[in-house]
Nanobody
Framework: QVQLVESGGGLVQAGGSLRLSCAAS????????MGWFRQAPGKERAFVAA????????TYADSVKGRFTISRDNDKNTVYLQMNSLKPEDTAVYYC?????????????????WGQGTQVTVSS
């Protein structure tokens, strides 16, 4: 079992920044890696960003490339999503998910555990 708790969401004006955190815990945590997804109203959950298994590279959705940065702190078992130059279309509930080794980074169906989500609202 893995538990994930997201935080850091809120209301921000377009062009602003937010940093989301995902704190992970669980006895088998070492078998999993985290990624970020988001779900806008009326839309399906979509991939945002994830680190490779070794953590030496990152994959981003085209819509966030150059604006968002994913990182992790292994000592704190926490993954971060730094979001800059936010746009109204970034408004969504952001979820942290945990996947096993060899699971596809961008496929939400291969993530086994999810946090409760944190709301990000970007006003124009």
């Amino acid at each position: 079992q893995v538990q994930l708790v997201e935080s850091g969401g809120g209301l921000v004006q377009a062009g602003g920044s937010l940093r989301l955190s995902c704190a992970a815990s669980g006895r088998t945590l070492g078998n999993y890696r985290m990624g970020w997804f988001r779900q806008a109203p009326g839309k399906e959950r979509a991939f945002v960003a994830a680190l490779s298994w070794r953590g030496d590279s990152a994959t981003y959705a085209d819509s966030v490339k150059g604006r968002f940065t994913i990182s992790r702190d292994n000592d704190k078992n926490t993954v971060y999503l730094q979001m800059n130059s936010l746009k109204p279309e970034d408004t969504a509930v952001y979820y942290c998910g945990a996947r096993l080794f060899r699971a596809a980074l961008t496929n939400g169906q291969e993530y086994r555990y999810w946090g409760q989500g944190t709301q990000v609202t970007v006003s124009s």
